[in-house]
């Protein structure tokens, strides 16, 4: 399984990636959808039915899978042989934005079921401030996997 994973590395890595930039759009372009969604439009118009539509699509054909094939194509890339130093910062600070960023996936999708029922009663200003997350969490995310810092570097 190593020599398979070994040999295979360019591309999952290159899979890895691609997968990521799906989730990515998603994650960035749902909690705007939101905020549009609470601020503008009414309960129960035709639009209201346009946006849950839009948000039902978006995280069922689009953010779903493609958080799913990253975390397969991820953690294929963490049982690959001596990619992953575990004593070394990168992999941890990595770990700990990636679970976040899982959960803030988990919190849109509930935040949709809301929207799609009715009942949300979360502010525009909500979504705007919670559209930043993923940015930060991404700045995490790839200063650990590409430049691969360490406690000694600060
Ligand atoms: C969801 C769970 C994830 C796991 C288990 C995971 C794991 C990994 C591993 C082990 C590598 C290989 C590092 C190397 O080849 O040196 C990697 C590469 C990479 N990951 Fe992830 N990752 C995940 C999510 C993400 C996310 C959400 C992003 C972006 C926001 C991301 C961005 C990248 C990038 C850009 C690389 C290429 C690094 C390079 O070759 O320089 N990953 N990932």
Redesign the pocket.
């Known amino acids: 399984m190593g020599t398979f994973l070994a040999d295979y ?1 360019l591309w999952t ?1 290159s899979l ?2 691609i997968s ?1 930039l799906a ?2 759009a998603g994650l960035f372009y749902l909690p705007r959808l939101f905020v549009y969604h609470a601020e503008v439009v009414k309960t129960g118009t035709e639009t209201d039915t346009l946006f849950q539509t839009m948000e039902r699509r978006l995280l069922r054909a689009i953010m779903n899978p493609a ?1 799913i094939a ?2 397969i ?3 294929a ?2 049982f ?1 042989p001596g ?2 130093d575990w004593s070394m910062l990168w ?1 941890w600070t ?2 700990a ?2 679970i976040a ?2 959960a803030f996936h988990m919190w849109l999708a509930a935040r949709r079921k809301d929207f799609a029922a009715g009942t949300n009663s979360r502010a525009g200003r909500t979504y705007r401030m919670m559209n930043e997350l ?1 940015t930060l ?2 700045l995490v ?2 200063f650990s ?2 430049a ?1 810092w360490n406690f000694w570097d600060f």
Do not use: C, E, N, R
Request: no cysteine.
């Open positions: 590395y890595k890895h990636v990521v989730w990515m958080m990253t975390w194509f991820g953690l890339l963490v690959t990619i992953v992999p990595k770990a934005s990636v960023m899982t993923p969490l991404m995310i790839v996997a590409v691969k």
